[in-house]
């Protein structure tokens, strides 16, 4: 009994001691795993984000629970967000924005369980167990506890053009408790290489899995920044879009005030017999229309800043107001012309579009893929190596490693070109594929170009028509005060007044309108040529001219 008894206890203490020798190197929270992935992503992402694809911000993926926006900590006191600030929170509660945060992490996050295949790796097993059984033939009790574990790196290497390498060194320990206990304790290394000869063999496709996976991540992160450059730009267009419709109401409620003056003037005119009544009720129409104008506009001006708080992440019942300074300050500066011909322009969206770059390296992955599968049609031969070799067995010296007594082996590998068909047929799909990028590119450098010719004369346009409505304003202003005063010496009439009228609103509406849309197409223009460059703070400038 006190021998089964040890035997027990001593299984116990090897099943507690393997089990806390686990517990001990795996302890670690979900928080510490969350923390390691982030850690490896981020200085994978910074290994590859070149200066080039714009300043690296705002691409770290924020958790759950931070995700709802804090509005107080965001907005001033005053409740006014200025262009900056608006932008600055679209880049941090944005969904879609987010989401593309998130495309770029799990990029990264892939890549880097594709490296782990070939670096090195702990491995460790262990098993015990307790048997009893009765011979029925020798009447008899057998009983057997026995105990194993190990313990060892390994590491696959990938070498050149293809070359495959693997080693790994294990600490092997076992004991059977028998009526006559022994004990073992060995380390054993073994090592191979598959060298390919001819062919696609060895490690030539699992340098190709890594390829790709390197070249994904270097892909999201241009398409990323090239999401940021649009992004931008379009959070910019809205508030904007948003400050043109409140100046729309302002210009409404100005209208509007100067009808009801001229409404009450008539009205007391045509009291005294000075005026015929249809003028006053001419100019009461008038004044119901724009009262009517003004309604719409306020209400167009709400729709809109709901639709931007969305854009921007925040609830719509947040209580902001866009800064109308910030379109003082576009009329301050007024237009200016980029400094690009347009075959400079053309020249550096061809150098400079993150897209295009994504389209051109598909190109060379496929005829890296088209290679690589016409390699494999042929014979498949691959010199292959292996090595074993351990410490002394039984005995308790796993320091030492017996070279000289280790197995050995030195070959070749083959596989004769008898049945190619579906090697045949992924060479087939390679070229087609191959063929499909080509056109893909031609493609994309024809839209590119479509696209910054168009930019390029949208900019010209918008410049000319700012300058035209410009003019225009001071012709409407010019035709107001003429036509008030030609109406208070009898010599003009009610109904060109209210026409003169209608038409300043209109002209006032058409400067505001030509100087956003001249802004925002500059914007678009440096986009499509690529030279936008996103700062830290969400804003945007452009990139030096190549």
């Not at 060194?169 to 059977?176: M, N, T």
């Not at 802004?519 to 040529?529: A, P």
């Amino acid at each position: 009994m006190s021998r089964n008894f040890r035997k027990f206890l001593t299984l116990a203490v090897f099943l507690f001691a393997a089990l806390m020798a686990g517990l001990l190197s795996s302890c670690r929270s979900p928080q510490k795993f969350k923390d390691e992935a982030d850690k490896e992503v981020y200085r994978v992402i910074d290994q590859k984000w070149q200066a080039k694809f714009g300043q690296k911000s705002n691409y770290k993926v924020r958790d759950a629970e931070s995700n709802v926006p804090d509005i107080n900590a965001m907005v001033p006191p005053n409740r006014i967000l200025t262009l900056r600030q608006a932008v600055a929170i679209a880049t941090k509660y944005n969904r879609d924005y987010q989401t593309q945060k998130e495309f770029l992490y799990q990029s990264a996050l892939n890549l880097t369980l594709t490296r782990h295949t070939y670096e090195v790796q702990w491995l460790g097993t262990f098993d015990a167990g307790y048997a009893k059984s009765y011979n029925n033939l020798t009447e008899t009790k057998q009983e057997k506890t026995t105990a194993d574990a190990s313990a060892g790196p390994s590491k696959s290497y990938l070498i050149g053009d293809g070359i495959q390498v693997a080693t790994s060194l294990a600490l092997d320990w076992s004991r059977f408790l028998t009526g006559n206990p022994r004990d073992s304790l060995a380390s054993v290394l073994n090592g191979s290489i598959a060298v390919p000869l001819l062919g696609a063999g060895a490690g030539k496709q699992a340098k190709e899995t890594l390829t790709e996976a390197e070249r994904s991540v270097l892909y999201q992160i241009r398409s990323f920044n090239r999401y940021r450059q649009t992004f931008v730009t379009n959070i910019i267009a809205a508030y904007y879009g948003v400050v043109q419709q409140k100046e729309r109401v302002a210009i409404s409620e100005a209208s509007y005030r100067r009808l009801i003056d001229s409404t009450n003037q008539l009205k007391m005119e045509a009291d005294v017999g000075q005026r015929p009544p249809y003028d006053a009720d001419e100019a009461q129409q008038s004044l119901l229309t724009a009262e009517n104008g003004l309604i719409a506009d306020k209400q167009n001006y709400e729709q809109a800043l709901d639709r931007f708080k969305i854009q921007l992440g925040l609830p719509t019942d947040a209580n902001i107001a866009l800064d109308q300074t910030e379109l003082k300050a576009l009329e301050k500066t007024g237009i200016s012309p980029p400094e690009y011909t347009e075959n400079d322009a053309l020249n550096t969206a061809l150098v400079q579009r993150l897209d295009l770059a994504n389209t051109k390296d598909n190109l060379e992955d496929a005829v890296r893929q088209l290679k690589l599968a016409a390699d494999g049609l042929g014979v498949q031969l691959n010199l292959t190596a292996s090595a074993n070799a351990s410490s002394p067995s039984p005995g308790s010296q796993p320091g030492k490693i017996e070279l000289n007594k280790g197995n050995y082996a030195l070959g070749l590998q083959g596989d004769l070109p008898l049945d190619r068909k579906s090697e045949r047929n992924n060479y087939r799909k390679a070229m087609i594929t191959v063929q499909q990028q080509q056109r893909g590119l031609d493609d994309a450098v024809a839209q590119l170009q479509l696209a910054v010719r168009q930019a390029y004369r949208d900019l010209k346009e918008t410049a000319e028509s700012y300058r035209i409505q410009k003019v225009g304003l001071q012709l409407a202003e010019r035709r107001l005060d003429r036509e008030k005063l030609m109406l208070e010496y009898g010599q003009g009439t009610v109904r060109l007044l209210l026409e003169s009228e209608d038409a300043l609103v209109a002209a006032q509406n058409a400067v505001t309108s030509a100087l956003v849309d001249h802004t925002i197409t500059k914007m678009n223009f440096f986009r499509d040529i690529g030279v936008l460059t996103v700062k830290p703070d969400g804003m945007w400038e452009e990139g030096a001219k190549q």
